[in-house]
């Protein structure tokens, strides 16, 4: 029963997450003035001068396919489909934008997508071997009570 929850816990994330990726992916604005208002705050604020608009897009599309690749992942309960999979969708969203009004579609994008799936997927990983050894750990001291 626990299980049969946690992967409509997944299913309904996933959904809650597409929904508003595609949102952000395929509407026709562009997101200039709030990457360049985080740059200029970075640079300014922070003295962080290296940090440009490249560098603080690259980092948004990171974070934006983490938790694609950590919810494929305990989905699929398969690090390497979880980024897959998220690969596969992140190319498809760079082709979806190929089409749209003010929007470009880039190879560093579907890099950036990549990364954040991956990093999400062993995020996921890690949390699934820790629950593992967790229950094996349970299951051994209930072993030993019971003896």
């Given amino acids: 029963m ?13 959904i809650v997450y597409g929904l508003a990726v595609g949102i952000v992916l395929l509407l026709p604005v562009t997101y200039s003035g709030i990457v360049d208002a985080i740059g200029g705050w970075l640079r300014t604020g922070l003295g962080l001068s290296f940090f440009g608009f490249g560098w603080v897009e690259f980092f948004a599309n990171v974070l934006m396919f983490l938790p694609l690749g950590f919810l494929l992942t305990l989905l699929l309960k398969r690090r390497r489909y979880g980024v897959g999979l998220a690969l596969l969708i992140s190319v498809g969203a760079e082709v979806a934008q190929i089409v749209i009004p003010s929007r470009q579609p880039s190879l560093r994008d579907i890099l950036a997508n990549a990364i954040g799936a991956a990093v999400g997927a062993l995020l996921a990983w890690l949390l699934v071997v820790r629950r593992q050894r967790r229950a094996a750990k349970d299951h051994t001291v209930s072993r030993e009570h019971a003896a």
Avoid: D, N, Y
């Avoid at 626990?2 to 996933?14: H, M, N, Y």
């Fill in 2 to 14: 626990a299980e049969r929850t946690g992967r409509s816990g997944v299913i309904g994330g996933l």
